[in-house]
């Protein structure tokens, strides 16, 4: 056993564990597994209804938005972790996507370390890729984006200075993928606009991506404002900016991923994507 393993055989291990998006197919294995051994699983909402649903309530603790509309603090949520392994308890931290993916986990880890409470990390599909390769949008491609940038749309208010640098990520030419985007979406379409970023630049808009009523909506970053409003996008949603964004339209008509239901910018229709709803 390593001299810095923890002191206490007593003490319960913590999962930090990503749901994917949110389609129950989409949860691993080893998630599966660690959730149903688990004694408590402390979640929020990003899981999606399937897979919260899935999970016998008497374990769940919803450490997500309050009915108040407050989130739970974040250091509450550290406490409950470690508190909970402390007694013993083997103890599921459910995130939605991938766990250290713009989704504290990587604080949840230090906190746990710093209390010496064992812990596994059970990675997720991220909506920030697997999210939007349901919708058609590959992050890469050979033809169009070498690179791909992950970025937080939502930055920390109490920050002074801007924490994303709008400008480099418009240099890069390659994929812009922004979570926690939709609210800030006029803000940073003009930040990139404002850098040079042509407005014809196509952008996508995948919402609640892989649950029963899952949507995209396409326009370009000259119209990001429009193409949000006219489909009513609402979180979670994704923001795809890059030439990739627009093979969602090209290759919908074939996509067989029987959720994912298009919302066409010029009559606010949806249209069911599937290759037998095409004309
Ligand atoms: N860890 C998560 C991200 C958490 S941040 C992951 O890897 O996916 C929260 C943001 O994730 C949301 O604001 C939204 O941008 C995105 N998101 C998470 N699940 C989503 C889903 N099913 N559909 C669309 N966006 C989603």
Same mark, same amino acid.
């Given at each position: 056993?390593?001299?810095?393993?923890?002191?206490?055989?007593?003490?319960?291990?913590?999962?930090?564990?990503?749901?994917?998006?949110?389609?129950?197919?989409?949860?691993?294995?080893?998630?599966?597994?660690?959730?149903?051994?688990?004694?408590?699983?402390?979640?929020?909402?990003?899981?999606?209804?399937?897979?919260?649903?899935?999970?016998?309530?008497?374990?769940?603790?919803?450490?997500?938005?309050?009915?108040?509309?407050?989130?739970?603090?974040?250091?509450?949520?550290?406490?409950?972790?470690?508190?909970?392994?402390?007694?013993?308890?083997?103890?599921?931290?459910?995130?939605?996507?991938?766990?250290?993916?713009?989704?504290?986990?990587? &604080?949840?880890?230090?906190?746990? !370390?710093?209390? *010496?409470? $064992?812990?596994?990390? =059970?990675? %997720?599909?991220?909506? +920030?890729?697997?999210?939007?390769?349901?919708?058609?949008?590959?992050?890469?491609?050979?033809?169009?984006?070498?690179?791909?940038?992950?970025?937080?749309?939502?930055?920390?208010?109490?920050?002074?200075?801007?924490?994303?640098?709008?400008?480099?990520?418009?240099?890069?030419?390659?994929?812009?993928?922004?979570?926690?985007?939709?609210?800030?979406?006029?803000?940073?379409?003009?930040?990139?606009?404002?850098?040079?970023?042509?407005?014809?630049?196509?952008?996508?808009?995948?919402?609640?991506?892989?649950?029963?009523?899952?949507?995209?909506?396409?326009?370009?970053?000259?119209?990001? &404002?429009?193409?949000?409003?006219? !489909?009513?996008? *609402?979180? $979670?949603?994704?923001? =795809?900016? %890059?030439?990739?964004? +627009?093979?969602?339209?090209?290759?919908?008509?074939?996509?067989?991923?029987?959720?994912?239901?298009?919302?066409?910018?010029?009559?606010?229709?949806?249209?069911?994507?599937?290759?037998?709803?095409?004309?």
């Amino acid at each position: 056993m390593p001299e810095d393993a923890p002191a206490s055989e007593d003490v319960g291990t913590v999962y930090l564990v990503g749901s994917g998006p949110g389609d129950p197919g989409l949860l691993t294995v080893r998630a599966r597994e660690v959730i149903d051994d688990a004694d408590v699983v402390l979640h929020d909402k990003l899981p999606g209804p399937e897979i919260l649903d899935s999970i016998p309530a008497g374990k769940c603790e919803d450490v997500g938005k309050r009915a108040g509309g407050e989130w739970t603090p974040q250091e509450y949520t550290n406490r409950r972790l470690v508190e909970l392994a402390e007694q013993g308890k083997t103890v599921v931290r459910l995130k939605g996507g991938d766990p250290f993916v713009f989704g504290r986990g990587g &604080e949840e880890a230090e906190h746990l !370390a710093a209390n *010496e409470v $064992p812990f596994e990390v =059970v990675p %997720g599909v991220t909506s +920030a890729i697997g999210g939007v390769g349901v919708a058609g949008i590959p992050v890469t491609h050979r033809d169009h984006a070498s690179s791909v940038s992950f970025v937080t749309g939502h930055e920390d208010p109490t920050k002074d200075e801007s924490a994303v640098d709008w400008e480099a990520l418009a240099a890069t030419g390659g994929t812009l993928v922004v979570l926690m985007g939709v609210g800030k979406l006029p803000e940073y379409s003009q930040a990139l606009l404002d850098a040079g970023m042509a407005p014809e630049t196509p952008l996508a808009l995948v919402e609640r991506a892989t649950w029963p009523d899952m949507r995209v909506a396409t326009g370009t970053l000259g119209t990001a &404002e429009a193409t949000r409003d006219d !489909a009513g996008i *609402e979180p $979670p949603a994704v923001t =795809v900016i %890059g030439e990739v964004a +627009a093979s969602h339209d090209r290759l919908r008509a074939f996509l067989a991923n029987e959720r994912v239901s298009t919302v066409d910018a010029d009559d606010g229709d949806v249209d069911t994507g599937d290759a037998e709803g095409a004309e």
